[in-house]
Each structure stands twice: as structure tokens, then as C-alpha cells.
């Protein structure tokens, strides 16, 4: 019985030390690496170091540099940015979007993303909120000077452009040191 209770001891001591040793076969600078790049990931950003961080938003930071919006978004805020994706774009013409992301139509694009902007922080449950008291819509002013409309289908929420485009938020509360980002899946006011 003694030598059992040994033997069980041995082996949970064998069991407990490998279960504890590293196989990953990382070395350490490795781990270094790998904790400081997580460390950095974890700080806080800007709007736009928030859309750089999501692979959603490439085509985005691409049109804020082509407007010269960058320095806007990571100014202090707070604004709220409907933030087409990268499949929101995918719809656009390419011919259009290429052309727009010339210098000569950089007040253009300009334009068309400020109307993707509203001052002020509003997380997907603000924006709920806000429809809720406006007995089913919320009217939200763009930076450019127009509006868009919020309402919800069951819990998504659904923007409106002035002419009467839609937009289904896809991505909602991108968190950011001076706003938050949505994803949206249309351009609008296109």
C-alpha cells in the first residue's frame, strides 16, 4: 500500500510539472516580443490608431490620409465616426473610389467622410437610447453639415442619409481615446 501511495504521489508530481513546463518552444526574447506587442495593443489610441488597429477599416485610414482627415480624428474629440468597411467600399465603384482618392477630389472626399462623423460620444447603446426617445428615430448632424437618421430593426441599428440611403451598423463601439468607431456596411451619401 505504502509503495502505491508513492507511486500515485510520483506520478502526480511527474503529471503536475509537465503540465507546467513550456512546449510552445518560444524563446525568450520571443515572449518578450510577444508580451510587449500585446502590452501595445492594449493602449489606448486615437480614432484613427483605432481604425489602423482593424484590418475592417484599411480602406478607411486610406481615404482619411487621401482627405488629409487624419489630424481632425485624432484631435480631442469626442466624435462619433460611422466608419464604412472595407466591404463597404468594396460596393462602391472602384473607377469612383479611385478617383476620389485623388488630390484633386480631396475636398470631396473630405466632404463625404465628414458626413460619416458626428460630434460628441455615442456607443451603439447611446444611439438605442436616443431612439428610443425620439419615439423610433434619432436625428444625428454630421460634421459635414448634414443629418443622418438612426432607428433600429430589432437590435441593429440602421442609418439613413439624406437622400434616403441605408446603412446596418456590422461593427459597434470600436472604443478610442477621443470617440468610437462603428462599422457601417454602406458608404452613404454617395
Known amino acids: 500500500m505504502r509503495i502505491t501511495s508513492k507511486i500515485l504521489v510520483a506520478s502526480a508530481a511527474v503529471i503536475s510539472l509537465a503540465a507546467c513546463a513550456d512546449n510552445s518552444g518560444q524563446s525568450e526574447a520571443d515572449k518578450v516580443a510577444a508580451e510587449e506587442a500585446a502590452a ?4 489606448p489610441v486615437s480614432l484613427v490608431g483605432a481604425a ?4 475592417n477599416f484599411s ?3 486610406t481615404a482619411l490620409a487621401a482627405a ?11 466624435f462619433t465616426v460611422f466608419g ?3 466591404d463597404a467600399f468594396n460596393k462602391v465603384d472602384q473607377t469612383k473610389l479611385s478617383e476620389l482618392l485623388t488630390a484633386d477630389k480631396k475636398e470631396e472626399l473630405a466632404a463625404l467622410l465628414s458626413y460619416h462623423v458626428v460630434a460628441g460620444k455615442m456607443t451603439a447603446a447611446d444611439i438605442a437610447k436616443a431612439v428610443a426617445e425620439g419615439e423610433g428615430t434619432a436625428t444625428l448632424k454630421t460634421l459635414q453639415g ?13 442609418l439613413e442619409d ?9 461593427v459597434a463601439d ?13 458608404v452613404v451619401h454617395l
Open 59 to 61: 480602406t478607411l485610414v
Open 146 to 158: 448634414g443629418s443622418l437618421t438612426a432607428s433600429l430593426e430589432g437590435d441593429k441599428v440602421i
Open 40 to 43: 501595445k495593443a492594449a493602449e
Open 68 to 78: 488629409d482627415l487624419g489630424s481632425t480624428l485624432t484631435e480631442e474629440g469626442p
Open 174 to 186: 470600436v472604443d478610442a481615446t477621443n470617440g468610437v468607431i462603428h462599422g457601417i456596411d454602406t
Open 162 to 170: 439624406e437622400d434616403g440611403n441605408k446603412s446596418s451598423v456590422v
Open 52 to 55: 489602423q488597429r482593424n484590418e
Open 84 to 86: 464604412p468597411t472595407n
